[in-house]
Antibody
């Protein structure tokens, strides 16, 4: 069955770089797109960016200067790297699958990241 | 960016009631709208896509409607398991944007 699972550090120092991994199963990264979405505690959702099935990426312009998304199809993994982290980046990060129309039919369980010294 | 204005922010209704949640886009999104349900401590789950298409496995008491800039999610015969937050998302244009959410509680 389709599964996505985020992993990464729970705590990151201010100004440092966040590295997250989304490991997928039940579908191919070369057939489906995978997005990153984040959600501050008790707040709404923010789309961050996407790894398209063809290997290209798009980013939210608000985050583009700090964000990089890549993948390793042999390991069924999509990676997110975001630099210059600040307290406002304290949030839950989700990866989600897109069936090809930019809405999300499967989500990971999310990983909570706290930015603090 | 397309702004999604969702209302109400919170809603309290009785079991068996019908509730409606609205989303207004800052420009025409041509039915590029999805609705998600998020239960406490869980990830969002897709309910509706293309404004009015029910996702596989979603109970038929959920329905979506609208066009242009105005969209709504209706839940008929409210059940206890419908207690959750609900979000709309436009996917017509980048960056994809979400409404601020509606928290639904049972009276």
């Amino acid at each position: 069955q389709v599964q996505l699972m985020e992993s990464g550090p729970g705590l990151v120092q201010p100004s440092e770089t966040l590295s997250l991994t989304c490991t997928v199963s039940g579908f191919s990264l070369t057939s489906y797109n995978v997005h990153w979405v984040r959600q501050p505690p008790g707040k709404g959702l923010e789309w961050m960016g996407v790894m398209w099935s063809g290997g290209s990426t798009d980013y939210n312009s608000a985050l583009k200067s700090r964000l990089s998304i890549s993948r390793d199809t042999s390991k069924n993994q999509v990676f997110l790297k975001m630099n210059s982290l600040q307290s406002e980046d304290t949030t839950t990060y989700y990866c989600a699958r897109d069936r090809g129309w930019n809405y999300f039919d499967y989500w990971g369980q999310g990983v909570m990241v706290t930015v603090s010294s | 960016d397309i702004q999604m204005t969702q209302s109400p922010a919170s809603l309290s209704a009785s079991l068996g009631e019908t509730v409606t949640i609205e989303c207004r886009a800052s420009e025409d999104i041509y039915n590029g709208l999805a609705w998600y349900q998020q239960k406490p401590g869980k990830s969002p789950q897709l309910l509706i896509y293309n404004a009015n298409s029910l996702h596989t496995g979603v109970p038929s008491r959920f329905s979506g409607s609208g066009s242009g800039t105005q969209y709504s999610l209706k839940i008929n015969s409210l059940q206890s398991e419908d207690v959750a937050s609900y979000f709309c998302q436009q996917y017509y244009d980048y960056p994809f944007t979400f409404g601020s959410g509606t928290k639904l509680e049972i009276k």
